[in-house]
């Protein structure tokens, strides 16, 4: 079974505090990808990954970094925590190209707050 | 550029009644779409999708969409709803470019009253 797994399910970490969130998929995935969601905005894309190393901004990347030193992990960091980075943080996976497999999968979440 | 809509944020059916929630779509080249849904502090599970080839697509757990180009909309249906069917669902298009993320329209709730 295909799978994407996200360290934590619910995270507490104080503001300014460096934040890491990990994803690992076992699926030998090019394109890695960070979304946030908010309750009325849907899912907003912060970064994506489509190859080891590289590294796309999203739509709303400020306040975010990430890393993707292997094909498998994406890791999302918050600099610096803010309270208005509380959120659902969501990570998928799929394969490259425009074929018909171009379908995301999608990690459990990890529900951060920040206080 | 590529975008979606989803009327209506909320939507209550009786159980046993159809389930219609609407998606719009906006593209400049022929899309693939989507339909997830998430259940209460999870992931999102893909329901089902048009890459096409019919324009009827079947998906899990008894919900079908019908692409229809000249309405630019991806309706997704299911005859008889559930109690288990409430949950929020997601309709996505694929960026036409070479990224491959998903473009994601804000969600509709559904709710099912016994």
């Known amino acids: 079974d295909v799978k994407v797994t996200q360290s934590s399910r619910y995270l507490v970490k104080r503001t300014g505090e460096k934040v890491f969130l990990e994803c690992v998929q076992d699926m030998d995935h090019e394109n890695m990808f960070w979304y946030r969601q908010d309750p009325g905005l849907g899912l907003r894309l912060i970064y994506f990954s489509y190859d080891v190393k590289m590294k796309e901004k999203g739509d709303i990347p400020e306040g975010y970094s990430v890393s993707r030193e292997k094909k498998e992990r994406f890791s999302l960091i918050l600099e610096s925590a803010s309270t208005n980075q509380t959120s659902m943080y969501l990570c998928?996976?799929?394969?490259?190209?425009?074929?018909?497999?171009?379908?995301?999968?999608f990690g459990q979440g990890t529900r951060l707050t920040v206080v | 550029a590529q975008s979606v809509t989803q009327l209506g944020s909320h939507v209550s059916v009786s159980e046993g009644a159809l389930v219609l929630l609407r998606c719009n779509y906006s593209?400049?080249?022929?899309?693939?779409l989507f339909w997830y849904v998430q259940y209460p502090n999870q992931g999102l599970q893909l329901l089902l999708k048009y890459t096409s080839a019919a324009t009827l697509v079947k998906g899990i757990n008894g919900f079908e969409a019908e692409f229809k180009k000249s309405e630019t909309s991806f309706h997704l249906t299911k005859p008889s709803a559930h109690m288990s069917d409430a949950a929020e669902y997601f309709c996505a298009v694929r960026n036409g470019g070479s990224q491959g993320n998903l473009i994601f329209g804000k969600g509709t709730k559904l709710s099912v009253k016994p």
């Open positions: 998928a996976s799929s394969l490259a190209g425009g074929g018909p497999r171009t379908e995301a999968f």
């Open positions: 593209s400049s080249v022929p899309p693939y």
